[in-house]
């Protein structure tokens, strides 16, 4: 990993996400996973068989919480109650970082339960960047924002989804947790290129990446997690773990979920792709200057 590594994000390998079909498999089997990611809303509970299994793993395996209700990007701000339970679960876990999403998701208190696309605006990065801040300093670890999947886009947009996710980033002083399928479909739906985007993101900040599989439909592609990771995917983690160094990363599959075997053997092809990377005399990741856009 290089020295210079942003904020000491530790590369823990190649991990898959903790699921509940998959319980009985890791509690009896113990097998050998470098890292699982757990969903932090399925474990913010009083008590018990979540947090039974969740002490189990935690005897055992590297732990990163990974949440979808932050919403980073809320103009209101984070909610309070939400950080209280999310800080009690982290000094469980002593996960050494937390990862959510760079979207927005509710109005005057209603939930949209999804992770809503960005106007890409200056005022919003700089929201945003607050509430990433307020986040780190109640939970005292450190944050990684995740970049969606997106379907639509705001008029009102200043800047490219990639160059907004670098001045949050960049504000907030925070890392990112580099999900390149969301580039991908996002890039396929909007009609950018994916490897701008990956080429112009400040690669020493990218603490960790996602690759998970998506649908195609005749007119867009769905961020759906029930799928093995395409190839032009596993394109995309090498081009982005050449420039961004090796990092942890993760396997996302949510739906169809198959045998615990399968998810680890689809998310250990990593490998092959590290093994490049690391042939390649991975650069230290340099900063790269900012978009002059203002
Ligand atoms: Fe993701």
């Not at 942003?6 to 509940?20: A, P, Q």
């Not at 999804?114 to 986040?135: E, G, S, W």
């Not at 005749?218 to 050449?242: G, M, Q, R, S």
Request: proline letters at 5%; glycine letters at 6%; charged letters at 20%.
């Amino acid at each position: 990993m290089p020295a210079n590594k942003f904020n000491g994000y530790t590369d823990y390998g190649i991990g898959i996400g903790l699921r509940i079909p998959h319980y009985e498999h890791i509690l009896s089997r113990k097998p050998s996973v470098d890292w699982f990611e757990i969903i932090s809303e399925n474990f913010m509970v009083d008590g018990g068989r979540p947090l039974e299994v969740l002490d189990q793993i935690l005897a055992q395996y590297q732990v990163v919480q990974h949440g979808v209700a932050m919403y980073f990007g809320a103009a209101a701000g984070p909610n309070k109650e939400h950080l209280r339970r999310l800080k009690t679960l982290t000094k469980r876990t002593k996960t050494p970082w937390l990862t959510d999403h760079l979207c927005w998701g509710s109005v005057d208190g209603t939930f949209s339960h999804d992770l809503l696309p960005m106007p890409y605006t200056f005022a919003a990065a700089k929201q945003t960047a607050a509430n990433i801040r307020q986040v780190r300093d109640t939970l005292e670890i450190p944050i990684a924002v995740e970049n969606v999947s997106s379907y639509t886009e705001f008029h009102v947009s200043e800047m490219t989804e990639w160059e907004f996710l670098s001045e949050v980033v960049e504000l907030a002083d925070c890392g990112i947790l580099l999900d390149v399928n969301n580039i991908y479909v996002s890039a396929k739906n909007h009609g950018f290129s994916a490897y701008d985007y990956i080429d112009n993101v400040p690669h020493h900040r990218v603490a960790q990446m996602h690759i998970a599989g998506h649908t195609k439909f005749e007119k867009y592609i769905l961020d759906t997690h029930d799928h093995p990771v395409l190839d032009p995917v596993w394109k995309l983690y090498a081009h982005a773990t050449k420039l961004c160094g090796v990092t942890a990363t993760l396997l996302e599959w949510d739906d169809k979920i198959p045998s615990f075997d399968e998810v680890h053997n689809e998310a250990l092809k990593a490998n092959e792709f590290i093994a490049q990377a690391r042939e390649a005399k991975i650069p230290v990741p340099q900063k790269i200057s900012r978009t002059k856009i203002r």
